[in-house]
C-alpha cells in the first residue's frame, strides 16, 4: 500500500505539459477541480472525462501508474458512496434495509460523488506528475506575489509547501524501509482485522517520527550552512517568462471552464445516467 502512493511524486517524461509554466498549470487545475462541481448531467461528465483523457496522452504519464494512486483512497471512495446511498431519500425506493433505503436519487448522487472524486484526485496527482517541487514552488510565489504588499511572507509559504511536498515521497520511502525491517524481525502487519492491522502500525511512528524530525534539523541545517534568509533579495536563475504554449493553454481551460459552465445552466437537469 505504501508504494502506491503517488501524490507528490514526479514523473519525468518529455511533454507539452512538463514544459508548460507552472503557474499554468496550478491556475488550470485550480479551475478543473471547481468545474467537476458546475454540473449535474451526462453531457457535463462527458465533457470532463474527455477532457481529463486529452489531458493524461498529453502528459505522457502512463495510465497505470495513474490509477496507482488511487489505491490509497479507495476506502474514503466507499465511505462517500455508501453515505450518498443512504442519506438521500428522495426518488423511487430501489432497496430496503430495515430502516435504511437506497434510492434512485442516492444512487445517481453516489455514482456522481465517486466520479468527481476520482477525476479531482487524477486531475490534482497530473500537476504534480508534471512539475518538479522547485518549479511548484516558483509557481505559487509567483502567483501569491501581490500579497506582499499586505505582509504576507509569500516566499516562505511557497517554500513550505515545496519543502511539505518534498518530504512526502521521502517520508513513504522510509516508512517502507522501517516496515521492512521490522517485518524481517517476526513483526506482522498483514493479518487481523482493520484494528488490529492499526495497532501494528503504532510501532512504526516512533521511528517514522525520529526520522523526520533528523531528517528536518539536517535540512535547516544545510539551508543555514548556505546563508538563507529567506526571499527578500534573491534572485532566480530560470525566472518564469509565458510562452506561446501556455498562453494556448490558457484559451484551451478557458474554453472547456466556458463549455461546463454552459452545460450546467442550460443543460436540462433531467438529462441523468438513472
Not at 69 to 92: A, D, H, Q, R, S
Amino acid at each position: 500500500m505504501i508504494r502506491d502512493i503517488t501524490i507528490g511524486q514526479y514523473y519525468p517524461a518529455k511533454s507539452i505539459l512538463h514544459r508548460l509554466d507552472p503557474r499554468v498549470k496550478l491556475v488550470s487545475t485550480l479551475l478543473y477541480l471547481v468545474s467537476l462541481f458546475l454540473f449535474r448531467s451526462i453531457a457535463g461528465y462527458l465533457v470532463a472525462t474527455l477532457f481529463l483523457i486529452g489531458i493524461i496522452r498529453l502528459s505522457r504519464v502512463p495510465f497505470g501508474y495513474i490509477v496507482k494512486g488511487l489505491k490509497p483512497v479507495i476506502m474514503l471512495l466507499m465511505i462517500t458512496v455508501v453515505f450518498n446511498l443512504f442519506l438521500k431519500k428522495e426518488g423511487e425506493v430501489l432497496v430496503h434495509i430495515w430502516r435504511l433505503s437506497i434510492t434512485t436519487a442516492g444512487l445517481r448522487n453516489a455514482v456522481y460523488m465517486a466520479i468527481r472524486l476520482i477525476y479531482l484526485i487524477i486531475g490534482s496527482s497530473l500537476m504534480t506528475f508534471t512539475t518538479t517541487p522547485n518549479e511548484l514552488t516558483d509557481g505559487i510565489e509567483a502567483l501569491l506575489n501581490p500579497l506582499n504588499k499586505i505582509r504576507v511572507p509569500v516566499h516562505e509559504v511557497a517554500m513550505m509547501m515545496s519543502i511539505a511536498l518534498r518530504f512526502i515521497p521521502i517520508l513513504l520511502e522510509e516508512t517502507d524501509k522501517i516496515m521492512k525491517a521490522q517485518q524481517a524481525r517476526g513483526a506482522d502487519f498483514e493479518s487481523g482485522n482493520i484494528i488490529q492491522r492499526a495497532k501494528a502500525m503504532i510501532p512504526i511512528l516512533v521511528p517514522l517520527f525520529v526520522s523526520a524530525f533528523r531528517r528536518a534539523n539536517d535540512l535547516a541545517m544545510a539551508m543555514e550552512a548556505r546563508c538563507y534568509r529567506g526571499g527578500e533579495g534573491r534572485t532566480k536563475m530560470k525566472p518564469l517568462r509565458y510562452k506561446g504554449r501556455d498562453r494556448a493553454a490558457y484559451v484551451m481551460i478557458a474554453v472547456y471552464v466556458a463549455a461546463v459552465v454552459a452545460i450546467g445552466r442550460y443543460v436540462p437537469l433531467k438529462i441523468w445516467i438513472f
